[in-house]
């Protein structure tokens, strides 16, 4: 006969097979928030200027470029979130392990990096590649003059 303990194992074993996914309970307020904010956002931007009559002391790019600026990150979010379930959903179409959190993370930062590139272009009123190149002559610059007080092995060290 079988004993008490092993007839309640196979009991919550079974309760545990049919209860639903914690990432199916979670996908509809997982991406919801997001898609809100780019509907919002976009139709902050599409109506800038009929906000604008309702708060004429702001400038109107300001508010345009607040807008634009909400529409950058906000899509970015909702495309991470969309990565983050897609991903999930593959793995459990082929049966592999889990997705690396690491993955979802670097997905995450490119996004979030790409929608702060844009930004600040669109504040600077440059182009993205103008941005980049700014942003690399930015961080080129403290390393070169950090060099220049001391011997470098860039530089010959100045003769006396």
């Not at 309640?8 to 209860?19: D, G, P, Q, S, W």
Request: glycine share 8%.
């Amino acid at each position: 006969m079988a004993s008490p303990q092993n007839n309640f194992m196979k009991v919550t074993k079974k309760k545990r097979l049919h209860e639903p996914e914690p990432s199916a309970r979670i996908a509809p307020s997982f991406v919801l928030w997001p898609l809100v904010w780019c509907i919002g956002s976009t139709l902050f931007y599409f109506f800038h200027a009929d906000i604008h009559a309702l708060a004429p002391d702001v400038p109107l790019t300001t508010i345009r470029n607040v807008g634009a600026g909400a529409i950058f990150y906000s899509f970015g979010w909702l495309l991470a979130r969309i990565f983050g379930l897609l991903a999930v959903r593959k793995r459990k179409a082929t049966g592999r392990r889990r997705t690396p959190r690491l993955l979802q993370e670097l997905v995450s930062v490119a996004l979030f990096t790409i929608a702060t590139m844009l930004t600040l272009g669109l504040l600077l009123g440059k182009s993205s590649g103008g941005v980049l190149a700014s942003s690399g002559l930015i961080i080129a610059r403290p390393a070169w003059t950090s060099c220049l007080g001391t011997t470098c092995r860039w530089r010959r060290p100045k003769c006396s």
